[in-house]
């Protein structure tokens, strides 16, 4: 059974820069779509950034610009590159992967908190 191990949250100042990376037991390509989500307290969990098949990507309207999905295959891992962080960027922030058989795999989350 896939695993996926979310790391690199924490804090950081408005403005700031944080990288997020999702490890994948096994390989990482029997996923088709691998995505970030995060929830924020009190509210749904939401898309952020979204990486199809390795090439295509789209991203929640809050974060272009700022954000940046990538995944690597030979090393089994996706990464987000979060740029010009926001107060409102604070949440908890998920990895997510689908399998083109229609399995949906999460990561257990990790902080991102920015804050003065």
């Known amino acids: 059974q896939a695993q996926l191990v979310e790391s690199g949250g924490g804090l950081v100042q408005p403005g700031g820069s944080l990288s997020l990376s999702c490890a994948a037991s096994?390989?990482?390509?029997?996923?088709?779509?691998m995505g970030w989500y995060r929830q924020a307290p009190g509210k749904q969990r939401e898309l952020v950034a979204r990486?199809?098949?390795?090439?295509?990507?789209n991203y929640a309207d809050s974060v272009k610009g700022r954000f940046t999905i990538s995944r690597d295959n030979a090393k089994n891992t996706m990464s987000l590159q979060m740029n010009s962080l926001k107060p409102e960027d604070t949440a908890v922030y998920y990895c997510?992967?689908?399998?083109?058989?229609?399995?949906?795999?999460w990561g257990q989350g990790t902080q991102v908190t920015v804050s003065s």
């Open positions: 997510n992967g689908d399998t083109f058989h229609g399995y949906t795999y």
């Open positions: 990486i199809i098949s390795g090439r295509s990507t």
């Open positions: 096994g390989s990482i390509s029997r996923f088709t779509a």
